[in-house]
């Protein structure tokens, strides 16, 4: 088929011709999350996430949901991606259980005030209902899946992104950690694939230092998303904006 949809979130295309940049927010509390949301906002990402298994009041619905509204006016158009890692996917501990998980993302799709919820391909069955709930409030869903621990093979990493595809999601994305430069390899090899097999935009990354290069060049081979450092980091290997920003502009410049 070939990942021919492009998503249009507020101003920007994601899986059009340019890459985007990602910044995460990590703050723990409300004053922290916005504090760093206005400081990485005046480096024009093109998305900025929160992170919110970061944020200590993710018990509190009422307080999670009137942050990201207070976050959506400091970030004005930039749109908003809401994250609630796993502890086993590389997330912060949270008192949440699953089922509590797929509430809040529900009900942050429903308030409207982010643009696109993640959701891990992991949840199975929660996904549906949790796609439905981001149609109701015209968000986007991103379904991934995350290696801290290594990387499967080309095999699973695309059949992984083909059942993102199945369960609705506008976004798969995959990242993994390699131990080698073959893993890294393996990862823009399976991107590569997915984008010629799947219709969706698809973000894939490898982490720690040996995959820094698919944060500067996984686009050529069809990762729509970078993740780069704005004030903190939230996984290993992401490197700073600006930096990211530069090479991205020399590798479009001569790659047309
Ligand atoms: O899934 C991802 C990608 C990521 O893990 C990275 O490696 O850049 C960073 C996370 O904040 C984000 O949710």
Redesign the pocket.
Known sequence: MGSSTMVKVRNILIGGEKPCICV?VIGVDREQVLREAEEVCRKKPDLI?W?ADFFQAIHDQNSVLATAKELRNVTEDIPILF?V?SERE?GQPIPLDGQEVQQLIEAICKSRVVDLV?YELAYGERIAPVRRAADEGGVRLVV?R?YFDGTPSKETLVAEMRQAEQCGADIA?V?VMPKSPQDVLTLLQATEEARRELSIPL?T?A?GGLGAIT?LAGWLFGSAVT?AVGKQS?????IPIDEVRTVLSILQMYSQ
């Open positions: 995460p996430e992170r994250t890692r590389g993640d991934s995350h994305k990242a973000i990354m982490m944060r993740f939230s996984a290993p290997g992401q």
